[in-house]
């Protein structure tokens, strides 16, 4: 059975500096998708990023990167130089390759402070 | 990324309504449709996945008959909670997910149902 767990519920941070929102995850599978999303008090799923289980590289997508570190089975994701518009609910959620649904984490809410 | 629209945004109905929740891929065809539902500060709870031109897969506990699931073309699916009831008062969001938008889920705004 796929497991994520965010074991942060809540994380602060001040503006412009970087912060790392935690996520392990637990699969037998060896093919498999790691995704993050942001969900803003409005409700919206927001797609940030997307790591392959065989992808050689950590991803990025502008501000956000992932620190994937397979050995360990994590997922954290990295936003840098943190904006007041980052403050949100952030999940982390895992597809493997039996199966086209989503396993989502309980959620990290992230709060960015002038 | 692409896009997905969900109707309507909010909806309050009187017990024993029935209501019906549209979820379309805007720019991509949708081979696959997933209703989530989410209870304030929780995460997302997979309800069912529904394929175009097939019946919905529901996942353990939830009920078929009060949810009913249509995906009648690649760009819609529908979300229907029959005879709601106070306790389905929920955040119901889509996603989906086609062919040509690599694997990723890219999710609708969602539908607060508020029943009285």
């Known amino acids: 059975a796929q497991k994520i767990t965010q074991t942060q519920p809540g994380m602060f941070v001040q503006e412009k500096e970087a912060v790392t929102l935690d996520c392990t995850y637990d699969?037998?599978?060896?093919?498999?998708?790691l995704f993050w999303y942001k969900q803003p008090s409005s409700g919206e799923m927001i797609f940030l990023i997307y790591?392959?289980?065989?992808?050689?590289q950590n991803a990025t997508e502008g501000r956000y990167s992932l620190n994937f570190q397979k050995a360990r089975k994590s997922a954290n994701l990295v936003i840098s130089a943190s904006q007041l518009g980052d403050s949100a609910m952030y999940f982390c959620?895992?597809?493997?390759?039996?199966?086209?649904?989503?396993?989502f984490g309980k959620g990290t809410m992230l709060l960015v402070s002038p | 990324g692409a896009v997905v629209s969900q109707h309507p945004s909010r909806v309050i109905c009187k017990s024993g309504t029935s209501v019906k929740i549209e979820c379309r891929s805007l720019?991509?065809?949708?081979?696959?449709m997933f209703w989530y539902r989410q209870f304030p500060k929780q995460s997302l709870m997979l309800m069912a996945t529904?394929?175009?031109?097939?019946?919905?897969?529901?996942e353990q506990g939830v009920e078929k008959d009060k949810f009913l699931i249509n995906h009648a073309s690649l760009t819609l699916s529908t979300l229907t909670v029959t005879s709601a009831h106070p306790e389905d008062s929920s955040f119901y969001i889509c996603?989906?997910?086609?062919?040509?938008?690599?694997?990723?889920?890219?999710f609708g705004p969602g539908t607060r149902l508020t029943v009285l």
């Open positions: 720019d991509f065809q949708a081979t696959t």
């Open positions: 790591q392959g289980s065989y992808d050689q």
């Open positions: 996603s989906a997910r086609g062919e040509g938008v690599e694997d990723t889920q890219y």
């Open positions: 959620a895992m597809r493997d390759s039996g199966y086209s649904t989503l396993t």
């Open positions: 699969t037998s599978d060896p093919s498999y998708g």
């Open positions: 529904s394929n175009e031109g097939s019946k919905a897969t529901y």
